[in-house]
């Protein structure tokens, strides 16, 4: 069975070497010392390794039930969710004034990707609560807050997001879900949700769905959609748990992967419902809820890259297989451990070195996160938006892809259940489709959030980059870095250019090639963070520091990929200057 | 539920337009007319739709169950196998002095393809017997062969390949089953086999296992295995199936796909066998199966990509979600289909551009291996084997890589199991493990094949190439395809000449690269398919050809790949020319 071990030294390194939290200016983070964080991070690992990780395949195996309208979760999933609600875990970055702990959003990113990793079924339970409280935290009025955040920080009540339907996914605008106001000011629900995650269960005493629908007589479209707070069980005033509303569980799905996780079709059926923020402004508060979750999802990608990667090392170095080319390697043995052949060597560092950039990313976006709500910073704000769909879109491609680079090292095991490698491989899967399928990802990054501001941010991150190169690049060590990220990102400039040359009478010419800019903007992102990550560990060596095997692996780790990641934005830039015409030409007859 | 059409237009276009069959000199070949090739493949299509395609997804529902020593195929196997038995596809391109149809290889391989992309599992039990026949037709006695070919044929016997033990896949010499040699010139085989697939089932009357095992005393290592013949129920003199066999089946495992085939442990107890080919000897005979079977293997992934890219075309044009960046097309309908979007149309294309090439290059294959064997053409086989690993890893990795773009399509449809798009990409995924795992292949390429025959094999390809280039390139249209395939071949090129430099003083410099060229390979082989059927096609317009939407597609299709696939050469020749100290240096403990 595989295993997985919580990567706190990574951690650790990130925030204290490369991001210095401490000296950051965000408020909070002067008090992330690193015996505190340290300790944070070893208690949520133990969670993850001891707690989450042995349910992992267990959920996969054993999935969800629907009986009677009852959906049965995997046998321990209850006990193992008491435990992180125990611990306090749910709530870690919280709002204290509704009972959380008041901890940065950096904090909660890292424990997520921990526990993610160990067991994304499981985690999604809590993430989706994560997100429904954060909408009603953002958009409810006093009275919602004070009735629902405390018992969903704590995961007593757990939360939903319901927005698609059998015939829209994107493209809410189609969606059929009523609302139909009451003259006490409620609403009734009626309509049918599905791909709704951890939508039934029973390991909470109630279920606050956050619903979209439509207002009958509002706008068409998109611009008619509202958001509703629909709890499975009514609220009573004193805020017990009362009646059961108007929604039942109608079936769990069968799915490639994430089967500890119950996916239901949730049938509406005049369910009391509470308008939450502004009627017909639905997606603004969704979006609280969405830009989180898409920032969770790249998360996930990374999580499952990370686990799988680990157990393929341990494959790696304990299977026997071949002699080395170069000699043998293990002359006691009856032959070498894979891990001496240049291409599982190939293999593995490209995992390694996706992980631990992305790694970086996430948590420089979890801090810009931090930045923007703690200090206002509007340009922090636009920075993160601006990479939101990057962390979303690439990290799940590249990290689903890293599951099956993985899965490959085990050979023919990969492939049997047994050795649960698959399951990391299917699980991965759905990050890369749900809170908007990679390409819509790609759609966002080009079609909005390159000219949002007037292009300022996407000014502001080649800024950042050209400054970083500018600082680094005669500094004894740094070329294999700075070298190869000026080139990517002088690429992606490029790419940039032509969409501005050719977007502008032709949007087609920009978004035949939105993909393939995702990818480059991401290969970007992950070389400035080997950058700094390089230029830490130049640092720490210099100054004497301790575990040199850790800071000279760091720099191997980067300069491969530099020289073997980066070169992708060449590729990508010669397939956007391809230009529309070759994408769409065809009828679509002709396919 | 998923469909599968039989691509019969594409595949007598590269028969009769691009390969020009009839005029090859190829022995047999002048009888492959358009008539007699079109009913064929009309007549293969109807199976492979109405019969394989319907029980695609029983098979994987349902999967083999081995009850008290019975494996218990899927509901409709049986009847399925009688169907394919009685029409005589399996035998198709076997010897008719054994009773098989006598047909090229290339017929075998196009029905083979039609019958794995409508249903891989199924096609499995008929593909591993046919590999098994064709070992003993190579490397066996005319006793031997008179006793089992013509019942294998047929497929009233199927056959298996056992190479893998628990503790050795790859490394075949780890090896521990033995073969004990008896008075009358059998051999008593003790040992257990894991991952044999189609190892046991009750849809034939017999199971004729090759196996590889070491007759004690025997050499060392892989030199000293030999391969035997052990049916699963002993034959009789009279050709009679007689007594029970010591060969059971001890587990049958459970995978991430290909359900509907028994992958089974075979536990050999003393079994009776024959030699079959000479003692110590046994790879040399196995590969006969292996090279077969890897040509097979890439044929599935390209299946696969073709079956999962039809129904993502079925769901684009059917599937209404958003509206046209340039302009509504759909104005009837609430929104326009998913086609309209151009990030769509890139994935559809990825995926089109892929398949047509990816034929067109195995057809091309299965020709050069018609060439060897039937004019007894040497460098044809010198040829085909340096692009066997080609076929194998390329077109299975992109093979994969299509069926995951394709059920992207279907957004959170592709992840549910009730679609059938997960199955495609579950079942595609053994294709780049099982007979040599894809880093194998790469490996052999670059290790054995690169320098075969004192390299002059992949010399003849880049000069098979460059006269292409040569003969075209002045040709009105075909710069859209020789421009591209020159910068292709000369990355290539500059990557076989970094090998020779560099991996003589140290062979990592190659094998850390042997992944990235595999793939340059294969970028290089269909760009060089793609020219042909440029070529074809641009004639075919010229002449008036009568079906003038079906030519313009083509070359529509081609200049996709040219512009937005082959630019990966770049990428690959920048990873390789990075040498081998990036994915050498980092010792085994920090990984």
């Not at 989450?52 to 006990?79: I, M, S, W, Y």
């Not at 959030?449 to 502001?460: I, N, R, T």
């Not at 390089?534 to 040199?548: R, V, Y």
């Not at 010669?574 to 030409?585: C, F, P, W």
Request: net charge negative; hydrophobic share 40%; with cysteine.
């Amino acid at each position: 069975m595989p295993s997985y071990t919580a990567p706190t030294k990574d951690m650790s390194f990130l925030l204290h070497e490369v991001l210095k939290v401490e000296d950051s200016g965000i408020p909070g983070y002067e008090e992330l010392a690193p015996d505190f964080t340290g300790a944070v991070l070893e208690e949520a690992g133990k969670i993850a390794s001891q707690v989450l990780a042995p349910l992992n395949v267990v959920g996969d195996k054993e999935g969800c039930k629907l009986e009677n309208g009852v959906v049965r979760v995997p046998t321990g999933f209850q006990d193992a969710f008491n435990q992180v609600r125990d611990g306090g875990w749910t709530g870690i970055d919280c709002d204290p004034e509704y009972g959380g702990q008041g901890m940065p959003n950096i904090i909660g990113t890292m424990v997520g990707e921990m526990f993610s990793g160990a067991n994304q079924s499981f985690t999604m339970y809590q993430g989706l609560t994560h997100g429904a409280q954060s909408a009603i935290h953002v958009h409810g009025t006093d009275e919602q807050k004070a009735k629902f955040l405390p018992k969903m920080i704590t995961c007593e009540w757990t939360g939903t997001m319901n927005l698609t339907e059998s015939h829209c996914g994107t493209d809410l605008g189609l969606m059929r879900t009523k609302a139909v106001p009451q003259d006490d000011g409620s609403y009734k629900i009626t309509g049918e949700k599905i791909f709704i995650s951890a939508g039934e269960h029973e390991m909470s005493d109630n279920i606050i769905h956050l619903v979209l629908a439509k207002i009958p007589g509002g706008p068409e479209g998109i611009k008619g959609v509202s958001l509703f707070i629909v709890p499975k069980f009514k609220v009573n005033d004193d805020g017990s748990v009362g009646a059961a509303n108007g929604v039942t569980c109608g079936n769990i799905e069968e799915k490639m992967g994430i089967h500890g996780n119950s996916t239901c079709v949730m049938v509406y059926n005049e369910a009391e419902g509470y308008l939450l923020g502004e009627m017909h402004k639905g997606m603004r508060a969704m979006f609280t809820m969405m830009n989180e979750a898409r920032l969770g999802v790249g998360m996930q990608g990374l999580a499952q890259a990370e686990v799988a990667y680990q157990n393929a090392v341990i494959y790696a170095k304990d299977r026997l297989q071949g002699r080395a080319v170069t000699g043998v390697e293990n002359p006691d043995g009856p032959a070498d451990p894979l891990i001496v052949h240049p291409d599982i060597r190939r293999s593995l560092l490209d995992q390694k070195s996706f992980v631990e950039g992305a790694r970086a990313f996430l948590l420089w976006g979890a801090a810009l996160i931090d930045q923007a709500h703690l200090n206002n910073d509007k340009d922090a704000d636009g920075l993160v938006s601006l990479m939101t769909p990057v962390i979303k879109g690439f990290m799940t491609d590249k990290g689903y892809d890293m599951t099956v680079q993985a899965q490959q090292i085990y050979g023919g095991h990969g492939y049997i259940e047994e050795w649960g490698m698959s399951q990391f491989t299917r699980d991965a899967r759905i990050t890369m489709i749900y809170e908007g399928a990679n390409g819509v990802q790609a759609l966002d990054l080009v079609g909005r959030k390159l000219s949002s501001g007037g292009g300022k941010y996407v000014m502001a991150f080649f800024d950042l980059v050209k400054d970083f190169i500018k600082e680094n690049k005669d500094v004894d060590g740094m070329q294999d870095f700075t070298d190869p990220l000026k080139q990517a990102s002088k690429d992606l400039q490029a790419a940039g250019m032509f969409f501005m040359q050719n977007g502008m009478k032709n949007p087609n010419e920009a978004l035949a090639g939105s993909y393939d800019f995702m990818h480059m903007f991401g290969h970007v992102c992950l070389g400035l963070m080997w950058g700094r990550m390089a230029k830490a560990s130049l640092e720490a060596l210099k100054n004497g520091a301790g575990d040199t095997a850790f800071y000279e692996t760091k720099l191997k780790t980067g300069r491969y990929y530099m020289a073997r990641q980066l070169p992708a934005t060449g590729m990508h830039l010669a397939r956007i200057q391809s230009g529309a015409d070759v994408v769409m030409g065809l009828d679509a007859d002709n396919f």
